[in-house]
């Protein structure tokens, strides 16, 4: 173990425009070790005083470095409704039953999140996992509270509620039972077809209209999709998803987001054309956002799988930014600002139009509720 300092992304930029493309390469973590992983380097959360990564000096030999594989910690949450009051979002109210995600979108807004745990807002974002084992639990005593005043909550607000662990843990199954049994409103947003897992629940809640799907589409290629959201379901199953989940009559949607200039703006269409045709019924956008520590972990992302493109993405999402990498003024940080932005807004304007995606999805009820009932929890007389 050494101590070492990580490269500046002005030493990056420098590198990717180097006609040397191996030795850019060279200042990312082996590719061996982040195979299936979205983030390309594990650099120390911004609160820790050190930065610390294991290579060898060449002084003796070692073993080569082990791949980074998932590790879940269980942790026990106070609370599990958490609110916010962003004019930029619709929603007040949401729930996440994990920390962390493992599909490893490279541009996640929540990568930096980790950093309060101690975490990288690289690659430890999608390997350490926090699993809120008591989340059900927890939510009964919200729902339970005297006090407690019906709004609807969104899940997949910071992480993915079917990323892989809920596969073995099903709390977002046990959240949705909740919901179904409180007549609560819910809504939810996922890029996994674990979804339709759940399909017996959300046809329920759908038809008391309580429940509202969106499904988030970046790409239409598989290859592509697979170097963006590594361990997220392929285009097709989102796709099949969706169909699925229109013909139970669950008002869905389709989100083409992000949109990152470069990348795979020039699908919008083609994803909103798709998505309708497999039965979505609204559709929505937002513009690539790099806050905090995402900035680094997408150029990097960059660098590993289109060096030839760096400068001109980062030019073209600094264009919508006012000349810089982020701007987090409500408002503008969804949409961003500048030609290119327009031109975006108006294509998925028109896009939307063109094939009857500009429908809001129907609003939920708040009048059905009912309170669950306290556990009783009786002493044992011995």
């Known amino acids: 173990m050494a101590l070492y300092q990580a490269p500046s992304f002005e030493a990056l930029e420098m590198l990717s ?7 850019a390469r060279r200042e990312l973590l082996d590719p061996d070790r982040v195979r299936g992983r979205g983030a390309q380097s594990n650099r120390s959360g911004r609160f820790e005083k050190q930065t610390r990564e294991r290579f060898d000096d060449g002084w003796d030999n070692v073993e080569p470095l082990p791949i980074f594989e998932t590790v879940e910690h269980s942790e026990r949450a106070k609370t599990i409704i958490t609110t916010n009051d962003s004019p930029d979002i619709g929603f007040e109210r949401s729930i996440n039953a994990y920390r962390g995600c493992e599909h490893g979108c490279s541009y996640c807004y929540a990568r930096p999140t980790h950093a309060f745990l101690g975490h990288s807002a690289g690659v430890e974002f999608e390997r350490d996992i926090y699993v809120k084992v ?92 697979r170097k963006m959201e590594p361990r997220a379901s392929s285009p097709a199953r989102r796709l099949e998803a969706i169909r699925l989940l229109s013909e139970a009559g669950i008002p869905t949607a389709v989100f083409a987001s992000p949109m990152i200039p470069a990348i795979n703006d020039m699908e919008l269409e083609r ?112």
Not at 18 to 23: K, Q, V
């Open 17 to 23: 425009r180097s006609r040397d493309a191996d030795l």
């Open 134 to 225: 008591n989340a059900v639990e927890a939510l009964r005593a919200e729902l339970a509270a005297r006090n407690y005043r019906v709004k609807p909550v969104a899940m997949g607000t910071n992480t993915d509620p079917y990323q892989p662990a809920e596969r073995k843990h099903k709390l977002t199954r046990g959240i949705l039972e909740v919901m179904l049994e409180t007549r609560h409103p819910v809504m939810i947003t996922t890029k996994s077809a674990l979804i339709i897992r759940d399909l017996d629940l959300l046809t329920e809640l759908a038809k008391l209209g309580l429940v509202k799907v969106a499904i988030s589409m970046t790409s239409m290629d598989h290859k592509l999709s």
């Open 271 to 382: 994803i909103l054309d798709a998505a309708k045709a497999q039965g979505a019924v609204s559709a929505s956008m937002i513009l690539l956002r790099l806050p905090g520590e995402v900035r680094d972990v997408f150029r990097e992302w960059l660098l590993r799988h289109f060096p030839d493109r760096v400068r001109h993405v980062l030019a073209l999402v600094r264009d919508t930014r006012g000349g810089k990498d982020y701007d987090s003024r409500f408002g503008t940080r969804m949409t961003g600002e500048g030609p290119y932005a327009t031109l975006l807004q108006q294509r998925f304007q028109k896009a939307r139009e063109r094939y009857g995606l500009d429908a809001k999805l129907p609003g939920l009820r708040n009048d059905l509720f009912i309170a669950p009932k306290p556990e009783e929890r009786q002493m044992s007389l011995f």
